[in-house]
């Protein structure tokens, strides 16, 4: 399997920078790196900011982005196995920092990345007859995302501090990247920063919903479902991942999708792998999960990260996931205080469980059939975006301070849980012959998920 498509090369040059980085960077003094024999590797003496004096490189090369509020994101390769996807403006702690979401080939390793990627920054300092413009670097300090599985190509996080004399916030992100054979020669790409303040189009919203890149088999029936429901729930915005390196979304799909849009209900983001989608765990999820992550964080109190089978239901007397966070806010306020997010269990309704459903005008939700188990791993969450650094699949890997980093809240199951339509399998706790009914949803949703459904669907067909 080629490492990059249509870049037969960049296999083989990858493999050489890797194999032969030792011995080319003896060069320590000239290149100002220095020896970690605790951690064997490399590194810059920096205090926060590198500032450098000198024009740019003649040897170096651009690739020069124009970015405004419609730019869309893609990835950009910035040298042989290493793609950026996005870039954000964080002032969540006392420094600013840019924060960008990339896909990085298992082959490098982090000496490489550290000793050759740098933010470039212009800045102005103001003196009493005259301004003068610097052109600052600025280290980029790198973190794998936790879910990369051992797969060919992983996700990124990549953090770069922002000089305090910066006059204005960015539109984008200039990064160098150095050659590793000859570090006097350098190439200039732009990466778009895509959101940097709040959507000042709309207050900010209770909950947004991210869904990770849409792919396999979709039918339009499922996805009205999946809005629909999730809106009598309390999603007000959904924010979706249209997989559009192979053409799997069939005309009745978009058809959906285009009429949300135009309803301001969803938001959809093209999302091409610039490798092919076996490389990555799950087509990029962790990727897009924390690109929706930081993409969002200004504009929604909660962000819920479910899959398109996926609905987080209240139980009992309560309807919505207001009802939620305010049950466990009566229960412990200091404990809500504290807390960064909430993580859900899951139990499987499957179709082979019972053929019998509540109506057969949902594909999904009026199954009445469920394993009376609890995955133990199968967890989703619904977290406060702010407080988060990096999300997991099924958990918050990363908060923003470790202080926090046990102040997740597992919700009772006798308060909410995940119903999973699935096909059941019997793992993590997980029992599909141990089943009882369930009748939460029919009962307490459904004749109004019916309605809203039906609604959608005149409205939609011409």
Known sequence: MPLVHNNAGDDKDLRHLINNSTPKISKQDLYKLNWNEKNKMFFKKVRNIIKKSEIVDHHSTSDSLDCDSTSTNKFRRISAGIYFYSAYFDTRNETANIRMVAAISKEINKVYLNATLSCVFNTTDDGENSSVTSVVYSPLQSYEMCENHKRLFGGWMFSCQVP?????????????????????KSTFKDICITSHHKNVKRRKLNFGVCVPPLYGEVKAKSLIEFIEFNRILGAEIFILYIDISIDNLSMEVRSVIHYYERQNVIISHPWRLPFTSESIWYHGQSLAINDCLYRNMDDFKYLVFIDLDEFIIPQNELITWT??????????????????????????????????????????????????????????????????????????????HERDSQNIINIPTSVAHIHHYRSCVNEFGIHCKVRIEDYTVPYKYGQQIIDNYLKIVFDITP
Do not use: A, C
């Open 164 to 184: 305090k004399n910066l006059k204005s916030k960015p539109s984008k992100i200039q990064l160098k990247f150095s050659d590793f054979d000859n570090f006097t």
């Open 323 to 400: 009802d939620v966070i305010n049950r466990v806010k009566d229960n412990d306020p200091e404990m809500f205080r504290q807390s960064i997010g909430m993580s859900f269990k899951s139990t499987f309704f499957s179709k082979e469980f019972s053929r019998h459903v509540f109506s057969n005008e949902m594909s999904m939700t009026m199954r009445t059939n469920r394993t009376r188990n609890f995955s133990f791993r199968r967890n989703k969450v619904l977290v406060q975006p702010e407080k988060i650094f990096e999300l997991g699949i099924h958990h918050v890997s990363k908060p923003l």
